[in-house]
């Protein structure tokens, strides 16, 4: 089957797709029957996000790829940077490891010979073209990228054009063969329950690793991709198991992201991306491009906040939450233990749209029960009483310095609501309204991010308008420095310590 990928942002990697090997049946299956052909301006591939791409393809020797380079010589507001050197383009792309050919880009014989000649490297065909080709006083000329022609200049094109046709003879091109099994890769459960005892300490990055290869024994269709940190991301427990199934990216984030979209374009894969949550601000673009594209693709950012401790400010995501809440239709997870975690990347698999599940490096305890049912938009009432002063919501390693200070401040009798909202986006605004109402209006957010954008501002932007509530909030306020996971998360107020202060500080100012 013949593909035509045009994309303003190339992900030539969408040619992953019809490579990749997929156990089926207990065969495995090569679907090698077509090509991809990815069209990529000169002026774009000054993109670094391209030559992540060429470097990938190079070294995988994904043959069924062909990039055609349009090098007209002219960008948008002035010359491409290498204009008409051709022989720069083609000993760029061969150092890629690619096959490279230059033709003439009006030449349709020359184009039409080259298309097949991939020969084990992907194949790269550099076209010299002339911006406005035909056209009077545009050819090859600068200052008319993206104008219109004026209606009589353009009427004179017109017939300009019609005068170079040769012939009229209609050429019916033979539709392509759809060889392709069917496959579904609707409500794809766990084969079974979490198996998980509470109080046990397991981190969720490492939960996050365990769930994903359980999913991937439910369905073939389920596949990983890494951006080297699968050791960290815990993505490697999947390789281990399922390896045919398994893409490592190395540190290419923007073309990561890039492959998933383009394995999950047919609707025949379901791909979840892993890498440290910090990195993936590299490839915003192409996940804004995602949502646009009303892509379905899984993300999972690990060692998010200060929290990871002696690693650094460097790997420490504390703008990941600010990020995926300004993508469109897009779901943020941030379990906050072992269940949790196996239930979000369930969920994810049969979620549309972009999801973002935020793990965390520390043990913390199993809390919940394997038969606790999750939602997406559903938070959960982690601790509470008849007499909650405060409601207290936290997530990940903050929901369990919650659960510490609330043990602290009730032997001085004082009683705590403590939230978990398992979903950043959406979020529960009627059950974090309801328990800010039966806590007098009391509400205090603490998480191991930055301020901007992260849950105090999702939990206040619900609340706002809601007459006699108060939010009050405790966040990362500086960038953070390196040191054990305690003491940052002391230095930094957003420990077990810091919410007894503001717990206390809140009622102070009943």
């Known amino acids: 089957m013949l593909t035509w990928q045009r994309n303003p942002y190339p992900p030539l990697l ?37 030559w992540e791409a060429m470097a990938f393809a190079g070294f995988y020797k994904l043959d069924n790829l062909v990039a055609i380079f349009d090098v007209n010589r002219l960008g948008q507001s002035d010359p491409a940077p290498l204009q008409h050197h051709m022989e720069v383009y083609q000993k760029r792309c061969e150092s890629f490891g690619w096959n490279v050919i230059v033709v003439d880009g009006h030449s349709v014989e020359e184009l039409c010979k080259v298309f097949d000649q991939g020969k084990h490297k992907p194949l790269a065909v550099i076209a010299k073209t002339y911006k406005g080709r035909g056209i009077s006083g545009v050819e090859d000329k600068e200052a008319w990228h993206g104008k219109p022609l004026p209606k009589n200049m353009a009427e004179q094109v017109i017939e300009e054009i019609y005068s ?38 397991l981190a969720t ?36 198991e399922h390896p045919d199934r398994f893409i490592e990216c190395f540190i290419a984030e923007q073309n990561m992201v890039s492959i998933a979209v383009g394995c999950a374009t047919r609707d025949r894969t379901v791909p979840f991306c892993s890498t440290f949550a910090a990195f993936f601000t590299r490839a915003f673009d192409q996940i804004r491009m995602a949502a646009i594209s009303e892509s379905s693709i899984n993300l999972c950012g690990s060692h998010c906040g200060v929290s990871i401790g002696e690693d650094g400010p460097s790997q420490m995501a504390l ?50 029960n394997n038969n606790e049912n999750f939602q997406v938009g559903q938070a959960k009432v982690v601790l509470k009483s008849k007499d909650d002063q405060v409601t207290v919501i936290g997530a990940g390693v903050t929901l369990h310095e919650a659960l510490a200070a609330a043990e602290q401040l009730k032997k001085e009798k004082i009683n705590i609501r403590v939230l978990d909202p398992f979903t950043i986006k959406p979020l529960d605004k009627k059950l974090i309204l309801d328990s800010a109402r039966a806590t007098h209006g009391r509400v205090l957010t603490v998480e191991d991010h930055y301020y901007e954008g992260g849950i105090g501002e999702a939990v206040a932007a619900a609340l ?34 810091a919410i007894v202060q503001a717990v206390k500080a809140a009622l102070s100012q009943a």
């Not at 077509?34 to 000054?46: N, P």
């Not at 994903?212 to 281990?240: H, M, P, Q």
């Not at 809440?325 to 196996?342: H, K, L, M, Q």
């Open 464 to 497: 706002v308008g809601e007459p006699g509530i108060t939010v009050s909030r405790l966040a990362v306020s500086n960038v953070p420095r390196s040191g054990k996971p305690a003491e940052l998360l002391k230095m930094f107020g957003i420990d077990k310590d």
């Open 319 to 368: 703008e990941d939450l600010a990020m995926f809440r300004s993508i469109p239709n897009g779901t943020i997870f941030y379990p906050s233990d072992a269940v949790a975690t196996e239930k979000a990347v369930e969920l994810a698999a049969n979620t549309k749209g972009i999801c973002f599940i935020r793990t965390s490096r520390p043990d913390n305890a199993v809390i919940y």
């Open 14 to 50: 969408f040619s992953i797709s019809p490579l990749w090997t997929l156990a089926h049946d207990g065969c495995i299956l090569l679907f090698f029957s077509y090509r991809v052909y990815c069209l990529l301006g000169d002026g774009e591939v000054s993109e670094g996000s391209v």
């Open 164 to 201: 170079q046709i040769q012939s009229k003879k209609k050429i019916l091109a033979t539709l392509p063969k759809e060889d392709a099994p069917t496959v579904n890769i609707t409500n794809i459960r766990m084969p079974s329950p979490p198996n998980f005892k509470l109080g046990d300490k």
């Open 205 to 240: 990055r490492k939960a996050y690793g365990m769930a994903l290869a359980k999913l991937g024994n439910a369905s073939d269709r389920v596949i990983a991709l890494d951006g080297d940190t699968k050791n960290s991301t815990f993505s490697e427990l999947f390789k281990k």
